[in-house]
């Protein structure tokens, strides 16, 4: 099986940073694309930022220029860098990652709570 840890998340101002990090671990092969999902209370989990297997990023409208994601592929760890928060970016932050593994399967992490607070 494959687990996806997170951890970074905490209380902030408005203005601040904080960098979230996802380690996955288990019986894996390969991973392919990774990336950050966030679900406000009430509200659908949206993509934030997702980095492929070879390095190509992809950003909602909504966190560029203030949000950077990275990953460390030796140790299957990815990251994001969140910079210039704002109250609206308050919420679980979920990690997810397509994983190979015996099959290639989608995976998601316990999710790690961000407050923004004005």
């Known amino acids: 099986q494959v687990q996806l840890v997170e951890s970074g998340g905490g209380l902030v101002q408005a203005g601040g940073s904080l960098k979230l990090s996802c380690a996955a671990s288990?019986?894996?092969?390969?991973?392919?694309?990774m990336g950050w999902y966030h679900q406000a209370p009430g509200k659908q989990r949206d993509m934030v930022a997702r980095?492929?297997?070879?390095?190509?990023?992809n950003y909602a409208d909504s966190v560029k220029g203030r949000f950077t994601i990275s990953r460390d592929y030796a140790n299957n760890t990815v990251y994001l860098q969140m910079n210039s928060l704002k109250p609206e970016d308050s919420g679980v932050y979920y990690c997810?990652?397509?994983?190979?593994?015996?099959?290639?399967?989608?995976?998601w992490g316990q999710g790690t709570q961000v407050t923004v607070s004005s």
């Open positions: 997810n990652a397509d994983v190979t593994t015996y099959y290639t399967g989608n995976y």
């Open positions: 288990g019986t894996i092969v390969r991973i392919n694309g």
């Open positions: 980095i492929t297997g070879i390095g190509i990023t």
